[in-house]
């Protein structure tokens, strides 16, 4: 059995289209690496968003081969688990336009 995400390979047109909405890419990542298979983070993600995916685009999504998503914050509103933003190996982001901060 794959685990969530095996299947979803970043393609050249998938990085061209979020390279046209996304610039000044910032991670900051933590990791706890307690003895045994599992490890846990946290990371953070700061980058400028040019635009807002339209209607019919497809959503700004970040990678995430984790496990799972413990909680997770746009712009310093958390917004929960029950959104459902991972998915398939992806933090979807198709709901920014209602978190984005003006």
Same mark, same amino acid.
């Given at each position: 059995m794959k685990?969530?995400?095996?299947?979803?390979?970043?393609?050249? =047109?998938?990085?061209?289209?979020?390279?046209?909405?996304?610039?000044? =890419?910032?991670?900051?990542?933590?990791?706890?690496?307690?003895?045994?298979?599992?490890?846990?983070?946290?990371?953070? =993600?700061?980058?400028?968003?040019?635009?807002?995916?339209?209607?019919?685009?497809p959503p700004l999504f970040i990678d995430y081969f984790g496990a799972d998503v413990a909680n997770l914050s746009i712009n310093g509103k958390d917004v929960g688990k029950e959104t459902n933003y991972y998915r398939n190996g992806m933090i979807v982001l198709d709901q920014t336009d209602k978190l984005i901060v003006g």
């Open positions: 685990s969530g995400g095996e299947d979803n390979q970043l393609t050249q =047109v998938q990085a061209q289209y979020r390279a046209e909405l996304v610039s000044d =890419v910032e991670y900051e990542v933590s990791l706890s690496l307690p003895k045994g298979p599992m490890y846990f983070g946290k990371t953070i =993600v700061k980058f400028n968003l040019s635009r807002v995916p339209k209607a019919g685009e």
